[in-house]
């Protein structure tokens, strides 16, 4: 999965994201990110929550590289070789009007298609 200068917003820290009680309270900025990911696959999981919801998960392996870059001119870039997940997770999903429930669409013909994807970080990135 792939994205370049993706457009975003900088909340500078958590607490402001979420309350945003700093002036201003964001700013501009961009991100990229490149994640790969590879096999052994260590656990299969089905999804059944919540209600009408199905499909299935597995726990793999990820490399990744990112960064961000702030109209202020904040820069954060990861390992140029790649930095190594704690766990990734890819699967597809459905639900809701898409889920498994009588008198709706079949989740085989109605998924997105899109993976559900979670990805941490091992180390640390270096600032740009």
């Known amino acids: 999965m792939t994205a370049s200068d993706l457009a975003l917003e900088d909340y500078f820290d958590i ?3 979420l309350f945003r009680f700093e002036d201003p309270v964001s700013e501009p900025a961009t991100c990229s990110f490149d994640i790969s990911w590879s096999g052994p696959v260590t656990d299969r999981s089905p999804v059944v929550d919540p209600p009408g919801s199905s499909g299935e998960l597995v726990m793999c392996q ?3 590289q990112w960064s961000a870059h702030s109209a202020s001119g904040f820069g954060f870039v990861s390992d140029p070789e790649g930095t190594t997940s704690v766990f990734a997770q890819l699967g597809r999903v459905s639900n809701g009007v898409f889920g498994d429930a009588p008198g709706l669409a079949s989740p085989k013909t109605a998924s997105t298609g ?3 994807a979670g990805a941490r970080a091992a180390k ?3 600032e740009s």
């Open 124 to 126: 640390l990135a270096r």
């Open 15 to 17: 607490p402001n994201a």
């Open 114 to 116: 899109f993976p559900i």
């Open 62 to 64: 990820a490399t990744m």
